[in-house]
C-alpha cells in the first residue's frame, strides 16, 4: 500500500509473554520512529532508525523493550515479559529522511496485556 | 527542556471558525506539525510549517506561528462535523543527536455541534 503499514492492528496477551509488533514504512522511507499513546502518558516517543546510523533509544522505557530495523525497511518492536502497564496503542511512522519534512504515521497496533 | 502544551477541549458551531492554540518551549524547533487523529484511528498529518515562516494556509487551514513567544495556532475555516476530532500540536527539534523526533502536546478535543 502506500501509507505505512502495522500489524496486528490488534493484539491481547497473557502478562509475562513475549510480543513483537510490526512496521512496513512508506517505499523509499529512510527514517522510522516508534512512539506509544497511551491514556496517561499521551504520545511518547520510543525509538528512532535513519538509514544506516546508529538507532536513537532514548525513548525506550525499559530493558524489555527492543527494536530492529531489517535492511533498512520494516522494523519490529518486541516487548518481553509484557506487564498490564504495557497496554497501549503502538505506532509507527516514517518520513523521507533526516531532512524530509512530512512525517506519516500508521494506523497503530493496540496492544491489551491480561 | 522540550515540552508542549496544548488546551484540552474546544467546541464550536459547525460553520464557525475554530482556534486550537499550541505553546512550546524548545527555541530550536525546526518544524512544528499539526496532527488529526480520529476514535480508534492513527494520526493523520493535516499541515506543518518550518520555523522560519509566519503563516501558512492549505484550504481552510491556516496556521500562524509566533516564534518569539513560542506560539502556534491552526484554524480551521468553516468548521464542519467531520472535523470533530483530537488535535495534537507537535515539535521536530534537531535535539542532542539531530534525530528530528517529534515532541507532542497533550492533544486538544474539538467537538463540534450541529
Known amino acids: 500500500g502506500a501509507g505505512v503499514s502495522q500489524s496486528p492492528s490488534n493484539k491481547v496477551t497473557e502478562k509475562g509473554k513475549d510480543v513483537e509488533l510490526r512496521c512496513d514504512p512508506i517505499s523509499g522511507h529512510t527514517a522510522l520512529y516508534w512512539y506509544r499513546q497511551s491514556l496517561g502518558q499521551g504520545l511518547e516517543f520510543l525509538i528512532y532508525f535513519q538509514g544506516n546510523s546508529a538507532p536513537d533509544k532514548s525513548g525506550l522505557p525499559s530493558d524489555r523493550f527492543s527494536a530492529e530495523r531489517t535492511g533498512g525497511s520494516v522494523s519490529t518492536l518486541t516487548i518481553q515479559r509484557t506487564q498490564q502497564e504495557d497496554s497501549a496503542v503502538y505506532l509507527c511512522?516514517?518520513?523521507?529522511?533526516?531532512?524530509?519534512?512530512?512525517?506519516?504515521f500508521g494506523e497503530g497496533s493496540w496492544l491489551t496485556v491480561v | 527542556g522540550e515540552d508542549v502544551e496544548q488546551s484540552l477541549f474546544l467546541s464550536v458551531r459547525e460553520g464557525d471558525s475554530s482556534v486550537i492554540n499550541c505553546t512550546y518551549t524548545?527555541?530550536?524547533?525546526?518544524?512544528l506539525y499539526w496532527y488529526k487523529q480520529e476514535p480508534g484511528a492513527g494520526l493523520q498529518l493535516l499541515t506543518y510549517i518550518f520555523s522560519n515562516m509566519d503563516m501558512k494556509q492549505d484550504q481552510r487551514l491556516t496556521v500562524l506561528l509566533n516564534k518569539k513567544d513560542k506560539h502556534l495556532s491552526l484554524r480551521i475555516a468553516d468548521t464542519q462535523t467531520g472535523d470533530s476530532a483530537i488535535y495534537f500540536c507537535?515539535?521536530?527539534?534537531?535535539?542532542?543527536?539531530?534525530?528530528?523526533?517529534?515532541?507532542f502536546g497533550q492533544g486538544t478535543t474539538l467537538q463540534v455541534k450541529p
Open positions: 524548545d527555541s530550536s524547533s525546526t518544524y
Open positions: 511512522a516514517s518520513s523521507p529522511g533526516i531532512s524530509g519534512n512530512t512525517i506519516y
Open positions: 507537535a515539535e521536530r527539534t534537531p535535539g542532542s543527536s539531530n534525530t528530528g523526533k517529534l515532541i
